[in-house]
């Protein structure tokens, strides 16, 4: 079973910039998409971006497009999502999330029922 535990959430003025990160153990890279979503109240659970393990290929959703960054070091284990530019509407909990990327494809790869390991979420708030 896979851990994933996020950090750096907190509140930042509009137009800031927060790097999150998601520490992941207990598997090997090169067959698992790390993803990262975000829940506002009231709202659904909504895919922000995603890497493949294997030769590294992102994803954004259009939303966060040319605003956020995933990247990740193999040597620590872990995912990290650049944000800048932030704007209110980005406020959420953020979570990281693992999938088999045997089972996802362009098409699926934002949606969260592929992914089967969840870390507990990291708070990002944006307000002046």
């Known amino acids: 079973q896979l851990q994933l535990v996020e950090s750096g959430g907190g509140l930042v003025q509009p137009g800031g910039s927060l790097r999150l990160s998601c520490a992941v153990s207990?598997?090997?890279?090169?067959?698992?998409?790390i993803g990262w979503f975000r829940q506002a109240p009231g709202k659904e659970r909504e895919g922000v971006s995603f890497?493949?393990?294997?030769?590294?290929?992102?994803y954004y959703a259009d939303s966060v497009k040319g605003r956020f960054t995933i990247s990740r070091d193999n040597a620590r284990g872990t995912v990290y999502l650049q944000m800048n530019s932030l704007k209110p509407e980005d406020t959420a909990v953020y979570y990281c999330?693992?999938?088999?990327?045997?089972?996802?494809?362009?098409?699926?790869?934002?949606?969260?029922?592929?992914?089967?390991?969840w870390g507990q979420g990291t708070q990002v708030t944006v307000s002046s």
């Open positions: 207990g598997f090997k890279w090169n067959v698992y998409v």
């Open positions: 890497i493949a393990s294997g030769d590294g290929s992102t």
């Open positions: 999330a693992a999938a088999n990327q045997n089972y996802v494809t362009i098409a699926t790869i934002a949606q969260p029922l592929k992914y089967d390991d």
